[in-house]
């Protein structure tokens, strides 16, 4: 079984910093695999933010998200980031944390990712 655990979620105030953490674990997890951040507002859809390939290579952003934020990962960890800065309001949300194993699926879609974490909340306030 694979557990992916995130962490580093608060409460900060517009333009504010925060770092989330999601650390993967589990006898089955494949270190080859995607990582995913998507999030959910209240009464909202959960939506992509950001993902990267297990090498660290590419990286993916939404545009809502360009330029502010940071996605990267730590290999020897089992351990992925997300560097959140100029926070916004509506950058509230629950954020998940996700993996997609080979054969790879739809980057951009939570369809394509087979393992999830439970979710940190992230609230901005204004």
């Known amino acids: 079984q694979v557990q992916l655990v995130e962490s580093g979620g608060g409460l900060v105030q517009a333009g504010g910093s925060l770092r989330l953490s999601c650390a993967a674990s589990?006898?089955?997890?494949?270190?080859?695999?995607?990582m995913g951040w998507f999030r959910q507002a209240p009464g909202k859809d959960r939506e992509f933010v950001a993902a990267i390939t297990w090498r660290g290579d590419s990286t993916y952003y939404a545009d809502s998200v360009k330029g502010r934020f940071t996605i990267s990962r730590d290999n020897a960890k089992n351990t992925v980031y997300l560097q959140m800065n100029s926070l916004k309001p509506e950058d509230t949300a629950v954020y998940f944390c996700?993996?997609?194993?080979?054969?790879?699926?739809?980057?951009?879609?939570?369809?394509?990712?087979?393992?999830w974490g439970q979710g940190t909340q992230v609230t901005v306030s204004s």
């Open positions: 589990g006898r089955t997890f494949n270190k080859l695999s995607t």
């Open positions: 996700a993996a997609d194993r080979p054969p790879y699926s739809d980057t951009y879609s939570q369809a394509g990712y087979d393992y």
